[in-house]
């Protein structure tokens, strides 16, 4: 019997090993394993929302176009591009166009995908420098808003930058030229002169602080996007309450926002929307003339 037991034994581990020669598998990660490796380990054990707005930053090249409304994003060379969407019309297509208008300098290090939820993610770019620029991509924002912390702010465009330069002595904030006549507002919230080496605007090194980008396609958006400049969100959630007896929900949507100004007042929070979405908003929703 334990000839028998020993034969078997023998015969399976040949028949195994023949197996194994003749089925031979690369050993391959799957796909989704390198996206995890961007999200902050606070993260991890949380499913990864392949559905999420942002995922192009970490799935593939990281280089396909993210929309955020009212702008699109891509990280391409180290850089935040940064384009304000028009339509590119053909005989047989219509398809967005995308050109970095304002360009962000990030640095090669990795970034880290430290938050996020419905309709925001908060991203960190770790520096060589040892500081790091964190990304607050909220949807539905009329600025972009980047966290410098011991970090330099560097900017250039595609378009060609003509100026950058306070809008008056008294502007809180610079304005930028550029060759297609757009105007890019830069707000901070400790003011500083940016300063040009070739085709790139930078501030001061190490420096402590937000910076907040915003396009005015009118004179009078300026003093819009200024007023509400100091109030940026970090991120949102959406609640759903369907009233009783009917067959209406409401949907309430909540930002939690930081200020820059102890003066001012996190109810400050400019966000945009679409003119069909404000014909659901209820009466007493603040609203501000067109921005964009």
């Not at 799935?59 to 339509?87: C, M, W």
Request: overall charge neutral.
């Amino acid at each position: 019997m334990a000839a028998d037991r020993l034969l078997r034994v023998v015969a399976a581990l040949a028949c195994a090993m023949v197996m194994a020669s003749a089925f031979k598998y690369d050993n391959v990660t799957h796909t989704l394993q390198e996206p995890l490796s961007f999200l902050h380990p606070d993260l991890h054990g949380s499913p990864f929302p392949t559905g999420a707005f942002w995922t192009n930053f970490v799935l593939g090249q990281r280089n396909e176009v993210v929309v955020t409304y009212p702008y699109a994003v891509k990280l391409v060379h180290d850089q935040l591009h940064i384009s304000y969407p028009f339509r590119v019309v053909t005989a047989k297509s219509i398809i967005q166009g995308f050109t970095p208008e304002i360009v962000v300098q990030l640095g090669p290090q990795p970034l880290q995908i430290r938050r996020f939820d419905d309709l925001s993610v908060t991203i960190a770019f770790p520096q060589a420098t040892g500081g790091t620029i964190i990304l607050h991509l909220v949807r539905g924002s009329p600025y972009m808003t980047l966290e410098y912390q011991d970090a330099t702010p560097a900017i250039s465009s595609a378009a060609n930058i003509l100026s950058v330069a306070p809008a008056s002595p008294t502007s809180p904030y610079s304005q930028v030229t550029l060759g297609n006549w757009h105007q890019w507002l830069l707000f901070t919230s400790t003011p500083f002169a940016w300063t040009q080496h070739e085709h790139t605007w930078s501030g001061p090194r190490r420096f402590n602080g937000i910076v907040r980008i915003a396009l005015a396609l009118h004179e009078n958006a300026k003093s819009i996007l200024a007023a509400h400049a100091a109030v940026y969100p970090t991120g949102a959630y959406i609640s759903y309450d369907l009233q009783s007896g009917s067959n209406v929900t409401d949907l309430t949507f909540a930002w939690t926002a930081t200020s820059t100004n102890a003066s001012v007042s996190t109810s400050a929070l400019l966000m945009v929307a679409l003119p069909h979405h404000t014909q659901t908003f209820v009466p007493a929703t603040a609203t501000v003339p067109e921005v964009l």
